[in-house]
């Protein structure tokens, strides 16, 4: 039997990773869920896309603010 979900009985195999971006840190990382914290600093302010690119501009987006 094709096992479909990951462990967390929610998430689809098949579902697409969020790219995100640490707003803290600015720690780039992929996830599953929407909820996640970042794995380097813990902090919850986050920002998540499907498109790489939007990831990609939020990071610069950070970086020309400071």
């Known amino acids: ?3 479909i979900y990951y462990p967390d009985g929610v998430t689809r195999i098949a579902d697409p990773f969020y790219k995100c971006v640490c707003r803290k840190c600015r720690h780039f990382f992929w996830a599953v869920t929407n909820g996640c914290r970042c794995p380097e ?3 919850d302010d ?3 896309s499907f498109d790489k690119g939007e990831a990609v501009a939020e990071i610069e987006c950070l970086r020309e603010s400071g």
């Open 41 to 43: 600093c813990g902090s």
């Open 1 to 3: 039997m094709e096992r």
């Open 46 to 48: 986050v920002f998540r």
